[in-house]
């Protein structure tokens, strides 16, 4: 028989292979015991509310290892996690995991299955992933233990994208010096003290005059900046001819960092320190738009990229990108008799856009207006749409729609971001980048 070739695999597989998979967040390394002694203080501060939502889930993913059971078959190819059902709710999932190797053996002795020991972070990612959507995941839910949790699945969506979560106010956030920050537990430009000590910060911050050379790290490429000036002359004292320091001006160069560095992937703070901290391309725009009010969401992001884009100070793919980082969006949907669902388009007879929305309120006042002007008639209604690897509105409307998307379209005004699928697959890709998996053997060979 001849070997399979990849027009063989089925179409997870496919997907799975299309695009590189980045490297995962690697486990912690505490044994068992000191593992489940600071899932518990984890635990008891969320139970008495000393720390916010998006801290939990933080912590969970990069203080923690955990121990989730492997599905006993691989599904197209793919490697998944168990899912059982609830225990207490009808018609819903759940996933397991463990912070300690031998409870998890014990438990799942009786099913037989494997275990896959992996960070917080990637068993979120691989839990929200799963090709059946799994509604909760629960740690150490067992018998006889009182120290269990469980939560919804998608609150890993505010791990994966950090600026997704509310952080009710900076003041209650920890002051961490600018030098510090790459030194982190789950060390990112978006991280709660990075950001409150960046937007506090950003006068001590300065770059490079002229063109310095991209630096490497990871196989991202970055331009070098610097938290003070001792971090520039360690950096400069290894590079013979470089630029002069180039200090903040009247406001922050969040914004024109992020101009200065769309042909690579963003700026790393102190190179030549101890714990370099890279701020990519959505980091800078969401620090940008933050320093100049309150935290930014959907809307004011879709909104400033869009800008952007008109004045032409980044290019098509990296608007993509910036607008696939957001994970969700608003689409309006009507149920049909026979069962199916329509989706709304766009107010325009002659192309085939889907209309997308970054909030439930612009979402209902484009219907408002559509209806008053006796356009549609029936039931619409807006529904989220959370992006998960395998769908999102940027993949609905790369299959669907032939023109692609308008987000925060206003009816007979022509305002808002038009994507064409051009642009819709720069946005695909991005998804793919933050959602895949990273589990080790997420494709099993096997089935090549």
């Known amino acids: 028989s001849s070997a399979a070739t990849e027009n063989d695999h089925p179409e997870a597989l496919k ?7 980045r490297p995962p967040v690697a486990p912690v390394g505490r044994n068992d015991v000191e593992s489940r002694a600071a899932f518990q203080t984890l635990r008891l501060s969320a139970e008495n509310e000393t720390i916010q939502i998006w801290e939990y889930i933080d ?9 989730v059971p492997i599905h006993p078959r691989n599904v197209d190819g793919l490697m998944w996690p ?5 225990p207490e709710e009808e018609g819903k999932t759940i996933a397991y995991s463990f912070t300690g190797e031998a409870k998890a053996q014990e438990m799942m002795a009786e099913d037989g299955l494997k275990l896959q020991h992996v960070s917080g972070m990637e068993a979120l990612r691989w839990v929200w992933a799963a090709p059946t959507a799994i509604d909760e995941l629960a740690i150490d839910l067992y018998k006889g233990t009182d120290g269990w949790a469980r939560f919804p699945n998608f609150w890993a969506l505010s791990a994966i994208y950090p600026h997704f979560g509310e952080i009710e106010s900076l003041d209650n956030v920890a002051s961490v010096a600018l030098g510090r920050l790459g ?23 300065s770059s490079v005059a002229g063109t310095p050379q991209p630096l490497g790290l990871n196989g991202r490429r970055y331009l070098p900046v610097f938290s003070d000036p001792d ?3 360690l950096f400069a004292a290894e590079r013979p001819g470089l630029g002069d320091p180039l200090p903040a001006g009247e406001g922050p160069a969040f914004g024109a960092w992020l101009q200065a560095t769309q042909g690579i992937d963003g700026v790393l703070l102190d190179p030549a320190g101890p714990h370099p901290l890279p701020l990519n391309h959505t980091d800078l725009l969401t620090l940008d738009v933050w320093s100049r009010g309150s935290q930014p969401f959907g809307g004011a992001l879709c909104a400033e990229v869009c800008r952007l884009l008109n004045d032409k100070s980044i290019d098509e793919r990296l608007a ?13 949907i009507q149920h049909m008799e026979n069962g199916g669902v329509s989706v709304l388009k766009v107010l325009d007879p002659d192309r085939d856009w889907c209309a997308t929305f970054t909030s439930y309120e612009k979402a209902e006042l484009h219907l408002t207006v559509l209806r008053n002007l006796g356009i549609i008639k029936g039931e619409w209604q807006p529904v989220p749409v959370l992006s998960r690897w395998d769908n999102s509105v940027f993949h609905n409307a790369l299959q669907n729609f032939d023109d692609g998307l308008w987000i925060d379209s206003v009816p007979t005004e022509g305002r808002g ?5 051009a642009m819709l697959e720069a946005a695909v890709e991005r998804v793919d980048e933050k959602l895949k998996p990273r589990v080790p053997d997420f494709v099993w060979r096997e089935s090549w």
């Open 417 to 421: 971001l038009v994507m064409d699928h």
């Open 15 to 21: 997907r799975a292979l299309r695009y590189p998979t």
């Open 231 to 233: 971090q520039y002359f």
């Open 59 to 67: 912590a969970l993913a990069f203080d923690l290892d955990l121990w």
């Open 320 to 332: 993509s990108r910036l607008i696939a980082d957001w994970p969700r969006y608003f689409l309006v």
């Open 82 to 86: 168990q899912f059982f059902r609830h």
């Open 183 to 205: 030194g982190l537990a789950g060390a990112r430009g978006l991280k709660a003290e990075s950001v409150k000590a960046l937007l506090g910060g950003w006068k001590q911050l």
